[in-house]
């Protein structure tokens, strides 16, 4: 650990932690045959090991990507870092009112407008109503959605949904640390680029960013450090270039 991080406090600290959820072994087609199996005792579970004793710190101004296949664990480490679940194992220390994760569509309900989106979703995120509508502009300008605000959500894209979502977590005053899940994999290459950009201000501003990508362009040119998940354990962590690199080279192996 260099000089430097032993006089910071971590914002984030991930300590041995792990999670297990209990899904039934055998699928049931129907509510009527799940509770058949469960009354007939024929209802068995096994265990799901989604983490498994992962550890690490995040420092301000840090840039941290997650890498790792479909099903590593990326997501579930997020919503506990993020408090919206309990890990069955380990800690995790952090002031939960300073983080703010951000989910494609996360906080949206998709049978009402975007202006109401905006309203729903920044209240979710601690925003008052009168800095809701002080910062309405320019939540509406970053996400490039004149002229679209009173249609509903449901007839959105996806980009165009990412956009608002990135754009409303933004507005306010630097969090202390901003969570974002495959937010910057979705929209076109002119927006990714904005919002990169942003996040660099961000950044300077002493927020911590964690993200989750499968782009590993994205990673590379965001993170100033990435970590490697893989079936719920922590394989590398350290400089974007060689952990990304060795995560592709497990990715080309041969099943």
């Known amino acids: 650990m260099s000089v430097e991080k032993e006089r910071v406090h ?14 039934p072994k055998e699928s049931s087609d129907s509510l009527k045959e799940y509770l058949i199996r469960v009354l007939t005792r024929q209802h068995s579970l096994r265990t799901l090991k989604a983490l498994s004793e992962v550890s690490f710190d995040v420092f301000p101004g840090q840039v941290v990507g997650i890498v790792g296949s479909n099903g590593s664990g990326k997501s579930t480490l997020l919503k506990i ?38 309203y729903l979703n920044a209240a979710l995120l ?17 996400a490039q959605l004149e002229g679209f605000m009173d249609q509903k959500i449901k007839n959105f894209s996806s980009g165009m949904v990412s956009r608002l ?10 969090p202390g640390v901003l969570i974002l899940d ?5 929209g076109d290459a002119f927006f990714r680029k904005k ?31 990435v970590l490697w998940l893989e079936k719920g354990k922590l394989m590398m962590d350290g400089e974007p270039r060689q952990v990304c690199d060795a995560y592709l080279a497990y990715g080309r192996k041969p099943v």
């Open 195 to 225: 919002s990169e950009e942003k996040i660099r201000r961000m950044i300077r501003g002493g927020t911590a960013v964690l993200l989750v990508s499968h782009s590993v362009s994205a990673v590379l040119g965001t993170c100033s450090r």
């Open 10 to 23: 971590p914002v984030i600290s991930v300590r041995n932690v792990s999670m297990e959820f209990r899904i």
């Open 182 to 186: 495959e937010i910057l994999s979705v």
């Open 165 to 174: 979502a990135f754009a409303i977590a933004t507005a306010r005053e630097l």
């Open 81 to 118: 870092i993020s408090g919206a679940m309990p890990p069955t194992g380990g800690q995790v220390i952090a002031d939960r009112d300073q983080i703010h994760l951000l989910t494609l569509g996360c906080g949206f309900d998709r049978e009402l407008t975007a202006r109401e989106n905006v």
């Open 126 to 142: 601690g925003y008052g109503r009168q800095e809701i509508a002080d910062r309405y502009p320019q939540i509406v300008k970053f």
